[in-house]
């Protein structure tokens, strides 16, 4: 009998020490900044692009807003190859939306996730700018965006995704954004914008 009384008492215990963040004992968040990305998950069903895989949708909280701890993360980021597509599609994305018209740092972001034969259809990286202000305003001037599920090509390493844009004096547009998986150093495997075209 006393045995039970014991065993009792000792998974009362256990429950309460196990359940104190839910009764009143405070828990600290982990700091991170507000717009660190996720980390990469696995491919959960193989073959299945279009399906409810993680890695080809995106998630994470990199996050366009106007204060500057945010934008100047985005300004930051750099292309690495643990992002899969739709990451990348994001942050430039997010970059387009939160760009200082004085300094043009966004842009820059999505200048530096250009795979080198998109930059190279550019005679320069002003002319970039100049294309980006002017072609593709509505992502600069952006209220809300939605993203389309991640769209694999026949090629190997090669993804599409349509993102549209709403702004606030009610201008909608679509754009296809393409990105490919890089072959060749130094961007070998990350994967970078090849082209941005509107529907």
């Known amino acids: 009998m006393s045995r039970s009384r014991y065993g009792l008492a000792l998974v009362i215990l256990l429950v309460t020490a196990g359940c104190s963040q839910f009764v009143g004992s405070e828990t600290r968040p982990p700091s991170e900044s507000a717009v660190t ?20 949708e995106y998630w994470g909280s ?5 204060d500057e701890p945010n934008r100047t993360r985005l300004y930051s980021l750099e292309p690495n190859c643990d992002r899969p597509p739709g990451l990348v599609i994001h942050i430039q994305v997010s970059a387009l939306r939160a760009d200082d018209p004085e300094t043009h ?29 002017d072609e593709y305003r509505p992502l600069l001037d952006a209220e809300s965006v939605t993203y389309d599920p991640i ?18 004096n ?17 961007y070998e495997g990350c994967w970078m914008t090849t082209g941005v075209v509107e529907r």
């Open 62 to 66: 990199i996050t366009a807003t106007r």
């Open 170 to 186: 009610g201008t909608v547009r679509t754009y296809r954004w393409i990105v490919e998986k890089q072959t060749t150093p130094p």
């Open 105 to 133: 740092a966004g842009i820059n972001t999505t200048w530096r996730f250009a795979a080198p034969s998109n930059r190279g259809s550019f005679p320069s990286y002003e002319s970039f700018v100049d294309v980006v202000t």
């Open 151 to 168: 769209e694999r090509d026949s090629r190997p390493g090669t993804a599409r995704r349509n993102v549209t844009v709403r702004t606030s």
């Open 37 to 56: 990305p996720a980390p990469v998950p696995t491919m959960t069903t193989a073959g299945e692009p279009n399906g409810p895989s993680p890695q080809y």
